[in-house]
């Protein structure tokens, strides 16, 4: 009966470690006091220099909000996971900052390492002149306005969509798995 419970505890300390490791990470995102302009080159830097841009896309998981700081926010953490956080890959021209908090939300993922971020950017593949991949501009907007952002389309200051904080999502997840994984165990174990 020792064998299987030290067995059981090797497992439970294993699931934990790995919960453990899964609840820290560094992003890198877009200063808030960054100007637009700034932020724009940014981005087009990012998405030309190897950033996976396509989730910022219209029909992308993270193209909503459809402003130029949380578009640029996706593009820099997932050139930074891709450069596996060099130092100096997180700063475009001190336009971008490293968060200790997820920026995940609702169905937008942020990448927290580089195997999540589809892997690294090899070294030397840097663009010198972006030729980034476009954001397709949103409808135009109704006559008598103008875009707020030139003519992308961007709505600079748009309230993030309401969803819970994808670092609570993942923990109530592993403690579901924690459970049943425990549960299953003791009954195979006892029983």
């Avoid at 003519?151 to 993030?160: C, D, F, K, Q």
Wanted: hydrophobic share 40%; with cysteine; charged share 10%.
């Amino acid at each position: 009966m020792a064998a299987p419970l030290h067995f059981l505890v090797q497992i439970l300390m294993t699931i934990q470690l790995a919960r453990a490791a899964t609840m820290t990470g560094s992003w890198c995102v877009a200063r808030s006091d960054a100007s637009d302009d700034a932020l724009q080159l940014a981005l087009d830097y990012a998405c030309a220099s190897g950033a996976d841009c396509i989730p910022i896309q219209p029909s992308g998981l993270c193209f909503l909000p459809n402003t130029i700081q949380a578009h640029a926010s996706y593009a820099f953490n997932s050139f930074f996971q891709r450069k596996s956080m060099v130092p100096g890959s997180c700063d475009f021209s001190a336009s971008a900052t490293v968060a200790k908090t997820d920026p995940s939300y609702g169905s937008c993922v942020y990448p927290s390492s580089s195997s999540t971020a589809g892997g690294t950017i090899p070294p030397g593949t840097d663009a010198t002149t972006p030729t980034a991949i476009p954001l397709v501009s949103a409808p135009p907007p109704p006559l008598g306005t103008s875009p707020t952002f030139g003519t992308t389309g961007l709505n600079p200051g748009a309230p993030l969509p309401d969803a819970p904080p994808s670092a609570a999502l993942a923990e109530s997840s592993v403690t579901r798995m924690l459970f049943h994984l425990s549960f299953s165990l003791i009954v195979l174990f006892v029983f």
